[in-house]
C-alpha cells in the first residue's frame, strides 16, 4: 500500500493519475481491498516509527516474510482520489496466546490494529476482512487440524463483536466483509468451507454487510513441469466458465441471506499471476469477458488482485527492477469496464456465449445502451496482419449509426501498442491520444481475433 499510495509528503501521483482515469470515466472511483497473503503475516506496532517493515528473502521474492506496520502506514490511504474507499485486511491471530507472532493476546492485538485504521480511514473505510484465505489453515502453523467451519465461524463472531464493541459501542456493527475463501470447489458437502455454509453455521448479516469468495484460472505455484498457457487458463472459456459455476450457485445461495456475494480476489494465474499470460494484451481481453459474465450473475463486485512484484499488477507503482512506473494490459480491461458500467446501476444479459466469442447486452434503466464483444481466438504479433480473422456482430434495429469503442493491439502475446478507442496510456498514467470511435456500417461491427469492442448508441 506505501508503494501504491506513498504518503502525506510523498503521494504517489502515478497511482492518483491512473485511479483519476477510471474515476472519470466510470463517475467513481474503485473499492480498494488491502491485504491478501500479506495480511496473514502483518503486525501493527503503535511506537513503530516506520510507515512499514517488510524484508523480502530475496530480489525474486515476490512477497515479504512478513510487515510490521506503524501508524504512519495509515497515511497511505488518504493519498487516492476523493471518494475512494478502502476494505482494511486483518491477521486473524489465535485469540488467546499467538506465539507464531509474538503478541500474546491475539483477539486484542487485532482489536488494536482495527482501533488504529478505523480512527485513521475515517469515513473511507468500507469495512474488515478477518484473515485471508482462512480455509486453508486446519493442521497449519495456524489453526488446529481439528479446526471446521463451524469453529472458524464462532471465532469470527468472537472477533467481529469484540473490534464492533471497540469501535462503536455496538455489539454488532455491519462492517465486515466475510469469509475472503479461497476458490471454492465443493458446493455440495454441508461442511465445506464456502460462503453460503458460513452463513448456515452463523455468519450474519447484522455485521457481515458482504461475503468473499476468490478466483483464479490457473495456478503457477512451485511448477517443475509445464505451467499454463495462454491457451490452456484464460483464453480456454470452458475452463473459466467452469470456474465461474461454482460462484453462480453461490450468488444464488447467499442472496437468500440478503448478504451480497463479492469475487474479494481474483486475476488470471494465482501465486502473483504468470509471465507471458498475465502481463500481456491476453489477460485484458479476458478480463473484460470475465467481468462482463460475473455482472451477469449474483455478484457485486470483482477485486482484482496486485502488488508492486506481481506479473498480474494492474500497473507499476514505483520502479522496481529497472523498471518505471507503468499500466500493465490488464489495466486497459479496467479503463474498457469503467465506460461499459460508467454511472452504475446496469443489468447484463449474455448474448453469445460460444468457446471463441463472447457477447453482452448492458441495460440501464431497462433500456439497452450498449453492447460488448469478445474474440477469443489466438492472434499473435508475429502473424501477417492482413491474415487477422474477424468475426461479424450484428446490431439490433436502430443502432446503424452506433460508434465502436475497440481495444486491439498487434497480438494477445504482447504488451506492445495497446489501445482503446484509439487511445494509449503514457509514462504519467494520463490517457492520451485522439479518441477514435468507428461506425457500425449496416449494423454490422467486425471483431478481430484478440479484440474486444464496446458498442454505444
Not at 432 to 437: F, P, Q
Amino acid at each position: 500500500m506505501v508503494d501504491y499510495a506513498g504518503n502525506d509528503t510523498h503521494p504517489n501521483t502515478f497511482s492518483q493519475q491512473v485511479i483519476q482515469n477510471l474515476k472519470d470515466i466510470a463517475g467513481k472511483p474503485p473499492l480498494f481491498r488491502v491485504g491478501g497473503s500479506t495480511q496473514n503475516s502483518a503486525v501493527y506496532y503503535p511506537d513503530q516509527s516506520q510507515a512499514i517493515i517488510s524484508p523480502f528473502d530475496s530480489a525474486a521474492s515476490t512477497q515479504p516474510r512478513h510487515s510490521y506496520l506503524g501508524p504512519t502506514f495509515m497515511q497511505s490511504f488518504r493519498q487516492f482520489p476523493k471518494g475512494t474507499q478502502y476494505i482494511y485486511g486483518l491477521n486473524f491471530f489465535n485469540p488467546a496466546n499467538e506465539t507464531l507472532f509474538s503478541v500474546g493476546d491475539g483477539l486484542s492485538q487485532c482489536v488494536l490494529e482495527a482501533n488504529a485504521a478505523y480512527n485513521a480511514i475515517g469515513d473511507a473505510l468500507y469495512g474488515f476482512e478477518i484473515g485471508n484465505e482462512v480455509d486453508g489453515w486446519p493442521g497449519g502453523q495456524r489453526r488446529s487440524a481439528n479446526w471446521t467451519l463451524q469453529d472458524y465461524v464462532d471465532q469470527w463472531n468472537y472477533y467481529a463483536k469484540a473490534i464492533s464493541q471497540n469501535l462503536t459501542g455496538s455489539d454488532s456493527s455491519q462492517i465486515f466483509q466475510g469469509c475472503a475463501f479461497e476458490a471454492p470447489r465443493n458446493v455440495v458437502s454441508s461442511t465445506a468451507w464456502n460462503v453460503a455454509n458460513a452463513e448456515s453455521d452463523g455468519m450474519l448479516s447484522n455485521m457481515a454487510k458482504t461475503v468473499a469468495d476468490h478466483e483464479y484460472m490457473g495456478a503457477n505455484c512451485h511448477y517443475t513441469g509445464v505451467g499454463p498457457t495462454i491457451e490452456t487458463s484464460i483464453f480456454d472459456r470452458t475452463n473459466v466458465l467452469s470456474r465461474i459455476w461454482y460462484h453462480d450457485y453461490l450468488g444464488n445461495e447467499t442472496a437468500k441471506s440478503g448478504i451480497p456475494y463479492v469475487i474479494g480476489e481474483t486475476n488470471s494465474i494465482s501465486c502473483q499471476g504468470a509471465a507471458n499470460i498475465s502481463d500481456v494484451m491476453a489477460a485484458a481481453v479476458w478480463a473484460v469477458d470475465y467481468v462482463l459474465y460475473l455482472s451477469s450473475l449474483r455478484v457485486e463486485r470483482v477485486h482484482f488482485h496486485m502488488g508492486t512484484r506481481y506479473a498480474y499488477r494492474s500497473w507499476l507503482p514505483v520502479s522496481f527492477n529497472y523498471t518505471a512506473p507503468q499500466v500493465f494490459p490488464i489495466y486497459y480491461a479496467a479503463l474498457f469496464n469503467a465506460h461499459v458500467f460508467a454511472g452504475g446501476h446496469k443489468q447484463t444479459e449474455v448474448l453469445v456465449n460460444e468457446t471463441d466469442f463472447s457477447a453482452y447486452a448492458v441495460y440501464g434503466s431497462g433500456k439497452l445502451e450498449s453492447i460488448v464483444a469478445v474474440n477469443f481466438v489466438m492472434w499473435n504479433s508475429t502473424f501477417e496482419q492482413q491474415e487477422r480473422s474477424y468475426t461479424v456482430l450484428e446490431l439490433p434495429s436502430g443502432w446503424e449509426s452506433a460508434k465502436v469503442s475497440r481495444l486491439t493491439s498487434p497480438g494477445v502475446e504482447t504488451a506492445l501498442n495497446i489501445t482503446l478507442a484509439g487511445q494509449t496510456v503514457n509514462e504519467a498514467g494520463e490517457i492520451v491520444g485522439a479518441k477514435t470511435h468507428e461506425k457500425a456500417v449496416g449494423r454490422k461491427v467486425l471483431v478481430g481475433a484478440g479484440e474486444a469492442v464496446l458498442v454505444q448508441r
